[in-house]
Nanobody
């Protein structure tokens, strides 16, 4: 079993920055491609960013390109989401998730939340305008 725990959320003014972390525990022999998703208030959960198991491949939603950066440190079993130039519309609960290791890694699979097998509990990000 795999557990994912997010942290780093909080209240920030528009234009500010935050760094989210996601720590994985369990199944030490498996390194997963990881995704970040978010659920804005009153809306469906949406893809934000993803990263391959070794960090060579990353992808971003158009709404965050140029502002957010995903990275990982496999020695620490941690994936990060660096969020800069935050906007009010970035307010959401942010989730990290582990992609099924049996799937080919493509943009389509990475952005499809149905392909993820483990999820964290989420961390709240609130951006004040």
């Amino acid at each position: 079993q795999v557990q994912l725990v997010e942290s780093g959320g909080g209240l920030v003014q528009a234009g500010g920055s935050l760094r989210l972390s996601c720590v994985k525990s369990g199944r030490p022999g498996t390194i997963y491609a990881m995704g970040w998703f978010r659920r804005p208030p009153g809306k469906e959960r949406e893809f934000v960013s993803g990263i391959s198991w070794n960090g060579d491949f990353t992808d971003y939603a158009d709404s965050v390109k140029g502002r957010f950066t995903v990275s990982r440190d496999n020695a620490r079993n941690t994936v990060y989401l660096h969020m800069n130039s935050l906007e009010f519309e970035d307010t959401a609960v942010y989730y990290c998730a582990a992609l099924s290791p049996t799937l080919p890694l493509t943009r389509a699979t990475m952005s499809n939340q149905n392909e993820y097998v483990y999820w964290g509990q989420g961390t709240q990000v609130t951006v004040s305008s």
